[in-house]
């Protein structure tokens, strides 16, 4: 399984953020698969944001959940964050993951 974050480097304050992760190898509909987003903030450690399931559900942490959306494109096997209303406390290196695969990771900078 492969994963490959993409989306901006830079975003503005109060602005939306929304990375897109491309997934080959395997179905993002596959039975019993559930496709992460986490981030790591620079100098901390790694913060879970969500996930969406094989079936389409969706989970995401109490305390971002007000902020977060994750979609799906089936048809490109993709999967995608939308993080709402961004401050500079979001800026860190972007991952999605099945726990077992890791993309590279994305950097986004939330700065005016």
């Known amino acids: 399984v492969q994963l490959q974050e993409s989306g901006p480097g830079l975003v503005k304050p109060s602005q939306t953020l929304v990375l897109t992760c491309t997934v080959s190898g395997v179905s993002i509909t596959t039975h019993n698969y559930w496709w992460h987003w986490v981030r790591q903030p620079p100098g901390k450690g790694l913060e879970w944001i969500g996930n969406i399931a094989y079936s389409g559900s969706t989970a995401y942490s109490p305390s971002l959940k007000s902020r977060t959306s994750i979609s799906r494109d089936t048809s490109n096997n993709q999967f995608s964050l939308q993080l709402n209303s961004v401050t500079p406390e979001d800026t860190a290196v972007y991952y999605c993951?099945?726990?077992?695969?890791w993309g590279k990771g994305t950097l986004v900078t939330v700065s005016s």
């Open positions: 993951t099945t726990w077992a695969d």
